[in-house]
């Protein structure tokens, strides 16, 4: 199972030439926007703990939510027809990651969004990549996600929630906004039932490289979508 080591040069190897069970496919390199974006493009995406140099993947099957797809059960469109969030869309992205980060995961003893991490994304979204949405509550930060957009893909990367339904209204309205801009998909990475349940489902690398070498292809809304993005 051969693992690429990636050198100053910002590029990769093809990710269908992992043969690893969990698409591990290279290791090093930095977290460059340069390298950020062009690892996105590519379908390939950095995942590690303080203790690992940084890897990147590319798994097999992927799983995506097509907007259009998303489930919205009675329980959660009641909620939503209370208006019983408000929702804002790139106006707390760093307090978003950092909540994310803090999250405690059930089958992870830390958190894979690091300090290095953080200042990546945290670039991404100075740059006009890299986007969240934010659910609140009383004043108060109560759920919300992050991703980076490039063409008609969101690529998913984390969501947090302190309040019941928080993170769930925000990825509703994700939804909303991609269809309004003709975005075709989220990229999920990885499956979980949670996603799932809301309409996510599994393809295929091959058939998920296509989707997404078709879809980069489009121009990005690149920018602050604070005032783009009326909900």
């Keep these: ?4 080591r990636l050198t100053e040069e ?3 190897p ?8 969990d698409g591990l496919l290279a290791v090093g390199g930095d977290l460059r926007p340069e390298r950020l974006l062009t690892a996105y493009q590519m379908g390939i995406f950095p995942w590690y703990s303080e203790e690992y140099k940084i890897l990147w993947w590319s798994p097999d099957p992927r799983l995506i939510l097509e907007p259009e797809r ?3 059960s009675k329980s959660l469109e009641k909620v939503i027809r209370k208006k019983a969030f408000d929702i804002t869309v790139d106006t707390a992205f760093e307090r978003v990651v950092q909540n994310c980060a803090s999250v405690p995961r059930k089958t992870e003893s830390g958190t894979w969004i690091t300090a290095a991490m953080m200042d990546a994304y945290c670039d991404l979204h100075v740059l006009g990549f890299a986007h969240s949405v934010e659910t609140w509550q009383d004043g108060k930060l109560a759920g919300g996600l ?3 957009s490039l063409g008609r893909v ?6 947090f929630s302190s309040a019941t339904n928080a993170s769930k209204v925000a990825l ?3 939804c909303v906004l991609m269809k309004k801009w003709n975005l075709e998909f989220i990229d999920c990475q990885l499956p979980t039932n949670h996603l799932i349940r809301m309409g996510a489902y599994e393809i295929s690398r091959d058939e998920f490289l296509r989707k997404l070498h078709r879809a980069v292809e489009y121009p990005t809304i690149r920018g602050n979508w604070r005032n783009l993005a009326v909900l």
Excluded at 154 to 159: A, I, L, Q, R, T
């Design 70 to 72: 998303f489930h919205l």
């Design 10 to 12: 910002i590029a990769f």
């Design 172 to 174: 509703y309205y994700l």
């Design 154 to 159: 969101f690529f998913g990367e984390s969501m």
């Design 14 to 21: 093809p990710p269908e030439l992992t043969d690893h069970p």
């Design 1 to 4: 199972m051969p693992v690429y």
């Design 146 to 148: 992050y991703g980076v």
